[in-house]
């Protein structure tokens, strides 16, 4: 018997209802910075949590990092649920779980010398046609394991695997500092092309900054957001509203909601943990509910919030099996892979017929506003002038605020190539109006 199950079968005698989560996990990464390698480390990382709802159907608890402690869990949280939350759930039963991919062998293979490789390359890119710019990168790979088991029969394992490949570049000319950054994680070994293609997207936004012009204002301008633009402005307040966790506190506005048409019928969007070789890919989540899609918005259409178990229990529904965590943390609500269905235009088109517009790239400050209520206001950290369907200059000193509700029913094109942003996320190019531009006078 090995200290999971040792661990299980004291806090049931002693609890009742119990639950063991653990995890191991191991990564190696290359840092440069300032144009030249920095370090190559490596760190290894383990640990084990314990959650009971004790008699008194009262939640404890508590997780550790030292093996040496592992038996102590049993007495920390039986003293802790004392003073827990209420339990509104009682862990699942086992069940089939669908098989996904999420582990690839080869990511072990991606050696300390082809990681600096990638570095260098992308750093000489860069430095060739901008001799003066600072660059920082970081590539890395990890593998790791996670096993789940509980007193109601559940044994969950899975194993993943990620190698990613991070960059930013900074140019400071006078008063004016540049910041750009991109990067790419994947569940696979990353690869040259990988590294070229980030390299591609900086060094577009490094050439279309080199102009400094005068923003426009108001709130009837055409305001495209690229895949990262729109992920920064729109998602975090969006999903917000989804969150099992504010509609069970009563915070969410689409509570009563759900079923409408609120958005433009072009939009859907869903969250799928199944897509196979995905940074956060899984057929069970961290509480052992079988995973599944979940279409958030269809044809702008309202669906159903993400739950985890206790927010499903405090809204008397069923979990979506969006119960993550650290081993640290309990379980909450949350998202895996979002992915949003492109449209009819292509991307090469969607500037085309804007006389006077904003491209929004990245944003500094993102969540003013109230998020819970779809409100969003945040500095552009990279921004760009459309005249006549062309990019023209970089915007500064500028802000944009709104309602994503409003400016989604507001939509003139989507592009129909979405783009991956970060691994986790997948975001056509998006245009539309209903977006307050403002500049510092």
């Keep these: 018997m090995n200290s999971y199950e040792r661990l299980l079968d004291r806090a049931k005698a002693a609890h009742g209802s119990a639950e063991v989560f653990g995890v191991t996990s191991e990564r190696r990464h290359v840092e440069f910075e300032a144009n030249r390698p920095k370090n190559i480390g490596q760190s290894q990382s383990s640990g084990i949590a314990l959650r009971v709802i004790n008699p008194n159907g009262r939640i404890g608890f508590s997780s550790t990092n030292d093996a040496d402690k592992i038996d102590d869990l049993v007495d920390r949280v039986g003293a802790l649920a004392e ?14 779980y669908s098989a996904v991919d999420s582990f690839d062998h080869s990511v072990a293979d991606l050696s300390d010398d082809e990681m600096l490789d990638f570095g260098r390359t992308a750093v000489d890119a860069i430095l060739s046609e901008y001799p003066e710019a600072l660059c920082s990168v970081d590539v890395n790979k990890s593998s790791g394991e996670q096993r789940l088991i509980n007193s109601s029969g559940v044994d969950a ?23 750009i950054w991109d990067g790419i994680v994947t569940a696979k070994p990353i690869n040259q092309q990988d590294v070229n293609n980030i390299v591609a997207k900086l060094l577009r936004r490094l050439n279309d900054s080199q102009n400094i012009v005068e923003s426009p204002s108001g709130k009837d301008l055409p305001v495209v957001f690229s895949p990262s633009g729109f992920t920064g402005t729109f998602l975090p307040p969006l999903l917000s509203g989804f969150n099992g966790k504010n509609v069970a506190t009563g915070s969410s506005p689409l509570i009563d909601k ?60 069923t979990s979506t099996g969006c119960g993550l ?73 500028t802000m944009i605020s709104g309602n994503v509700y ?25 245009r539309t109006r209903g977006v307050e531009v403002a500049t510092a006078s």
């Excluded at 990620?162 to 008063?175: D, K, P």
């Excluded at 965590?325 to 090469?348: C, D, H, K, L, Q």
């Excluded at 979405?418 to 997948?426: A, C, I, L």
């Design 258 to 317: 759900w079923g409408e048409k609120m958005l433009d019928e072009r939009i859907s969007i869903c969250d799928n943990p199944l897509h196979p070789m995905t940074p956060q890919a899984h057929g069970v989540d961290d509480e052992g509910v079988p995973s599944r899609r979940l279409d958030l918005v269809r044809n702008g259409t309202i669906g159903g919030p993400f739950h985890d178990l206790q927010t499903a229990g405090e809204t008397g529904t």
């Design 406 to 430: 409003e400016a989604l029913n507001n939509v003139e094109l989507i592009g129909s190539d979405p783009e991956p942003v970060f691994g986790t996320r997948v975001v056509p190019w998006v």
């Design 83 to 96: 003073y827990g939350a209420e339990a509104a759930f009682e862990f699942p039963n086992a069940t089939d």
């Design 157 to 179: 394992s899975q194993r993943q695997t990620n190698s990613g490949f991070f960059m930013g570049v900074e140019l400071i000319r006078g008063t004016d500092m540049l910041s």
């Design 325 to 397: 965590r650290g081993v640290a943390t309990t379980p909450s609500p949350s998202t895996s892979y979002v992915m949003m269905a492109g449209g009819e235009t292509p991307n090469s088109e969607i500037f085309d017929g804007v006389k006077q517009g904003v491209l929004v790239e990245q944003l500094l400050g993102a969540g003013q506003g109230n998020e819970l209520g779809g409100d969003f206001r945040a500095n552009l950290s990279l921004g760009f002038l459309i005249e006549n369907g062309e990019i023209v200059g970089r915007v500064k000193n």
